[in-house]
């Protein structure tokens, strides 16, 4: 138990420069209060003492504005960022290494039973404000970029912008300490983003200014 607590610690120093050292983790970082009060609240929730599970959930909302339902299921070194406002619906499911930010809503929109919430791959990135809603897969590395409203399928290694979110083109300049898979905080990545809006309205003022000089060509024969 402790060299997982230990564990989920440490993975703070790769996500976060502003962390200095382990107690500061332990004292100061919400999501890690919220992640730890979860770790309890899921215990109980499998243990069928759902109210006290219940219960453990609505005080680590109180003290760190973080809403995790204790039956969501969340794999290892989950970092959550700032965090307030975040909510983590009853069947999200979380794999390992994703980090999210605050203002991130993984909701359902269904009351049907069976899964409801979303079910987010390893080494994920969720931005700020960023809306996930119903039971659609994320990738393995995939990017949702700060405020984007996710409501379909999200292919691994892909980014995410927008609402409703689209997926983007990126250039990127790497150089020999970063590849496609490297941290990105809240969800955007370093180098130029184009915006799929923007690089359709692009490509078809460039359509247009070709059939302008085509049709001036014409005239003048």
Not at 87 to 99: K, L, N, P, Q, S
Not at 161 to 189: H, I, N
């Amino acid at each position: 138990m402790m060299a997982q607590i230990l564990e989920e610690i440490d993975s703070f120093f790769d996500r976060d420069p502003a962390m200095r050292s382990r107690i500061e983790v332990i004292l100061c970082y919400p999501g890690f209060h919220a992640l730890m009060m979860y770790r309890l609240a899921h215990f109980f929730w499998e243990g069928k003492w759902r109210l006290m599970a219940r219960l453990t959930s609505h005080i680590a909302r109180f003290f760190t504005g973080i809403e995790i339902h204790p039956g969501a299921t969340i794999g290892k070194r989950l970092f959550i960022d700032h965090g307030m406002g975040v909510v983590i619906g009853e069947t999200a499911t979380i794999g390992d290494d994703v980090t999210i930010y605050h203002g991130v809503t993984l909701g359902g929109t269904t009351f049907e039973g069976g899964v409801r919430h979303p079910q987010v791959g390893n080494n994920v990135v969720i931005g700020s404000g960023a809306q996930i809603l119903g039971p659609v897969h994320i990738g393995e590395g995939a990017k949702i970029g700060a405020n984007a409203v996710v409501v379909a399928d999200v292919e691994a290694h892909q980014t995410m912008v927008g609402v409703p979110a689209r997926r983007t083109k990126q250039k990127v300049q790497l150089d020999s300490t970063q590849d496609d898979e490297s941290f990105c905080a809240y969800g955007t990545d370093h180098g130029e983003v184009l915006d799929p809006n923007k690089r359709d309205i692009q490509a078809l003022i460039k359509d247009v200014e070709a059939l302008k000089k085509a049709l001036k060509q014409k005239k003048a024969s």
